[in-house]
């Protein structure tokens, strides 16, 4: 069987607006953010840095997953990315090594 790579990603924008969504390919889907591709919120908000993600290789517990985050509170949100990234760097560059 094989393995497939699913992501679950936060990007932030203007005033630190918060955007949660699933990707299989997420360096494609962060370019396509930061180049505006889709109108939308994430255009309006200009959300173009990514600032935390997780890797899962099961569409189906990323989907659980980002329904999870989804749903939190903005402040569980930010918790949970400055445990790992309390500065908000774009993580963007770590993706391409």
Known sequence: ?????????????????????????????????????????TKKYKCKKLVYYEWFTDIRVAIRREKQLKNWRREKKVSLIEKDNKEWKDLYGDLLG
């Not at 679950?8 to 997420?26: D, P, R």
């Open 1 to 41: 069987m094989k393995s497939h790579n699913y992501y679950i990603y936060i990007m932030s924008g203007i005033n630190k607006v918060l955007y949660v969504e699933v990707s299989n390919n997420l360096i494609k889907r962060v370019e396509e953010h930061k180049e505006e591709v889709f109108k939308g919120f």
